[in-house]
């Protein structure tokens, strides 16, 4: 299948499973993640109406910046090293990967020396695997309450990565506890905190997260057919 079929049949299937839970669809942003998709792929994949892109890593990201015409919105959905932040400021709309203080005191300082204000999203290992990076779910309120001070940094919601299970249903624990974790961030109105994005979900388990609540799904595989 083409890439505008493969878009085609993903927006259905979220609009059947947003439809069958009774969320509006079009609450669910869908991030076409395009690590290792050639900068003309996803020229292809913007002419079928994709609008936001996620890259993994910031020296590939940095290459396809260049080579990519259209305009179009840039989401880092891949770890951030702490000395790759002033690139990343540089590129991207959102970030979704934040799990240190220090990390996200280093996006703050790269921000204000170009002017900006860096939305971000707060990574939380829900899943207690040690190979996922994230912060602990405990300790998710009190990294906001440390880090909400920063002029120049916009928390705008949370972000997970389920196991890679061979049944999807069974990243649906996983999913709820997010879910569970925002409503707990948001019952504590932190200054500077909105919790605007659950960003959950990909090619192989979108549906289960969003029957969980998920309003951002970082699809690559199913889309581009790697």
Known sequence: MSIRENLERIKEKIRVKSELVGRDPQ???LVAVTKTVEADRIEEAIAAGVNIIGE???QEAKEKYRKVESRIIWHLVGHLQRNKAKDAVKIFDLIHSVDSAELAKEID???K???KIQKILVEANVSGEESKYGLNPEG?????????GLPNIKVEGLMTMAPLYENPEDCRPCFRKLRELIEEVKAKNIKNVEMTYLSMGMSNDFEVAI??????VRIGRAIFGL
């Open 56 to 58: 993994s890593r910031i």
């Open 27 to 29: 609450e669910i942003t």
């Open 113 to 115: 020396k170009i002017g």
């Open 140 to 148: 998710v309120i009190t990294f906001l309450q440390e880090v909400s």
């Open 109 to 111: 300082k790269q921000a």
């Open 211 to 216: 029957e969980e609540g998920s309003n951002m």
